[in-house]
């Protein structure tokens, strides 16, 4: 096992205990209520409602900055240098690996803060749900390039193309889930207009590489 395969599996294990050390914190809250107000002598709950607003939306800030950046960013840069640049550099192959290793530990970062968040309303939206289903299809994807057979192995072409489609599927999931959660939060059209941008520079590369292929190939 490289090391590739070694710190796929450290990030899967830590996207997979932070909800639960999150749900385990909320208890040891709960359990701490009531407390006493020293500075005005009030009892009561604690967190206050203002307290908890504040804490929720720093969570879906850092949620939704988190997965832009991995899910959003890093994965199409993957899957842009393996098309692009397979031919002329030596080096392909390393930088795509690590585009799209970097991009699942933060999206499986991102992912874990989504599940912090579903555990203090108790329900999974359908946001939620198409973020579980991307985490569980980017872990089937990355495993599977820790277990690709050789360039020699009479299934690596049916390898090659599962790789390819799954990888292509993944960012079409994924870009419709991150408009999709801006779409939940209360200033959208800031996060639209960002990201908007980002993926048209990344689309503006992607074609202007394809017509350098078309010609030069």
Known sequence: M?????????SITCAEALPSLRHSHQEQLKGNAPLENRSNGITGAWPS????????RALRRIHGAINIVGWGVLFPIGAIIARYFRESSSDWYNLHIMSQLSGF?????????GIAIKNEHHHMSSHGVLGTLIFALATLQLLGMCLQPDDKHERRGYWVVCHNVLGYALI????VNIFQGIGNQKTPKTWDLVYG???????VIALALEILRWIYV
Not at 105 to 113: P, R
């Open 105 to 113: 530990i933060l999206g499986a970062l991102g992912w874990g803060v």
């Open 2 to 10: 490289n090391f590739h395969c070694i710190l796929l599996l450290l």
């Open 49 to 56: 409602k203002q307290h908890q607003y504040s804490k929720h």
């Open 197 to 203: 941008a980002v993926l048209g520079v990344l689309g």
């Open 172 to 175: 079409v999931l994924i870009i």
